[in-house]
């Protein structure tokens, strides 16, 4: 459904060198799929987050203010899933019987947070822990129906926009620039040279689960999530050619 | 198909003195016996639990970490871990997803945990000889699964090709989370016997390297795909039909509206 924004927005989140830039492309986000807000919060990042969560949101001042004051990120629900959660979270889901919950909830209705919300946990390299949350005004019954296309989105968009923060900020770890490995580069290799993941499976003697999830480490690697994107970065980085 | 064998009747202490109250109450326990015979699967189920619910579920939390000291310390003599009789390493501290397998009285009888491979895990950061040299895989859409654990002292219940009902559970729950998560692989160190649980559970793993020796066993790094037709496979070959996730859980992972 989202298809084509998708991969554009891919596209994008590779080329953020700035802190604005990132703040551009969120509020990009937030158009094209018909959000009302994306927020990334950095929770557990060297040499990042020593004394506070780094954000990167598209929430009113007025909103990020009054958070701050109320010291809402220490009972925030959707926080403390970012921090011990892996699975996506609606916040339909949430638990919102302590009175703190529902009076923090009510407030980020009453300032237009949104009427729906999800959040996806993202787990780095050395234990680094961030989130994206995203935020929109359907009802109910759209909802259900839109939630899988963003569930299926965010859950890529959340990782690459994660290693953009490291990037820009320069925390990033040595291995977020790691070239392909010998099995990554020649299954990109032979996806370059026009081979399904059965035929390069065949070619290199590895099994066919196998190719594909080199191929997917190799995407994750190059922050690409088709394999025709993929091999156009790889060749653009000169990390493999073109036959 | 195999069936429980039925609870054997025994007549109460106190029996009622008529005929024909006694034959009423002889229907009336037969029938509860014949409702508590187990069909396949019935009572039994997955329960997801994530760092944050570990709290409400203090007791499964101990009943999985002491299974698995039975395993793999008391049974496998592995190198791992043990602290006032629990089995427990550092990944259990990165808040995995953990899977456990509990019976009709919400009883531990298998478990495992999940981790996603953008992060630290054990094929990255204890077994990278059981990779090729220089490869490790990581991606959003793929997760390890460690800690593969099955009490075979339970009273169990096996498909005809011998797949124990917990361990096909097990491998369903995954399977399921999986799909729901968008995943697209699952990969896993295991020792060559486990290897063999798999493929006969129809499972169709992939050997990502070969066998090397680890302590005390033969271990291999495995990858499976994440498919609908994985779930179809492990559901024809034991027999389980339907989701095996607790209603909450699944309704957690947004399965259940």
């Not at chain 1, 949430?94 to 980020?108: C, N």
Request: hydrophobic share 40%.
């Amino acid at each position: 459904m989202f298809d084509n924004i998708f991969c554009r927005l891919v596209e994008d989140v590779t080329r953020i060198e700035r802190r604005d830039e990132g703040h551009a492309f969120l509020k990009q986000a937030v158009e094209e799929y018909g959000l009302s807000h994306i927020a990334y919060l950095g929770l557990n990042i060297p040499r990042l987050t020593t004394d506070a969560p780094y954000a990167a949101v598209t929430y009113s001042n007025e909103w990020i203010m009054h958070y701050d004051q109320s010291g809402y990120v220490d009972i925030d629900p959707v926080v403390r899933c970012g921090l011990t959660g892996l699975l996506p979270l609606d916040w339909a889901t949430v638990d919102r019987s302590r009175p703190e919950v529902k009076r923090l909830f009510g407030e980020a209705w009453e300032m237009g947070v949104g009427r729906q919300g999800m959040s996806f946990p993202i787990r780095g390299l050395n234990g680094e822990l961030a989130l994206m949350s995203i935020n929109s005004d359907a009802t109910d019954k759209e909802w259900a129906k839109l939630k899988q296309f963003y569930m299926r989105d965010f859950h890529m968009l959340a990782h690459f926009f994660h290693n953009t923060v490291l990037r820009v900020e320069g925390v990033a770890g040595t291995d977020t620039q790691t070239p392909l490995s010998p099995r990554e580069r020649q299954c990109l290799q032979w996806a370059a040279a026009g081979k399904t993941v059965w035929e390069t499976a065949q070619i290199v003697g590895i099994g066919e689960y196998t190719a594909s999830a080199y191929i997917k480490s190799a995407m994750h690697k190059l922050n690409c999530v088709t394999k025709p994107q993929a091999v156009g970065r790889a060749v653009s980085l000169g990390m493999i050619d073109i036959r | 198909m195999i069936r429980q064998p039925l609870p054997i009747f025994k007549p109460t202490v106190n029996p009622p003195k008529t005929g024909h109250c006694l034959l009423a109450d002889c229907l009336r326990r037969f029938s509860i016996a014949i409702s508590k015979t187990k069909k396949w699967g019935e009572g039994a189920m997955i329960r997801l639990i994530q760092g944050s619910e570990k709290a409400r579920n203090v007791a499964h939390v101990d009943q999985m970490h002491r299974l698995r000291k039975k395993i793999f310390f008391d049974r496998m003599h592995w190198d791992v871990n043990v602290v006032d009789g629990w089995e427990i390493d550092g990944f259990d501290d990165l808040n995995p997803l953990y899977l456990l397998s509990l019976d009709e009285n919400e009883q531990v009888r298998g478990s495992l945990r999940l981790l996603p491979t953008t992060g630290p895990h054990m094929l990255a950061d204890v077994f990278s000889t059981l990779l090729p040299e220089g490869e490790l895989i990581r991606s959003a859409t793929i997760w390890e699964s460690s800690r593969f654990s099955v009490d075979l002292d339970a009273p169990s219940v096996r498909a005809e090709n011998g797949v124990n009902h917990v361990t096909a559970e097990l491998i369903l729950g995954i399977t399921e989370v999986g799909l729901a998560a968008g995943l697209t692989h699952v990969v896993s160190a295991y020792d060559l016997v486990m290897e063999r649980v798999l493929k006969r559970a129809q499972c169709h793993a992939e050997r990502l390297g070969e066998p090397q020796q680890v302590g005390r066993v033969k271990a291999v790094a495995g990858l499976f795909d994440v498919s609908n037709a994985m779930l179809k496979r492990v559901r024809a070959a034991s027999g389980i039909t339907g989701s095996v996730l607790e209603v909450q859980s699944a309704r957690a992972i947004g399965l259940v509206a």
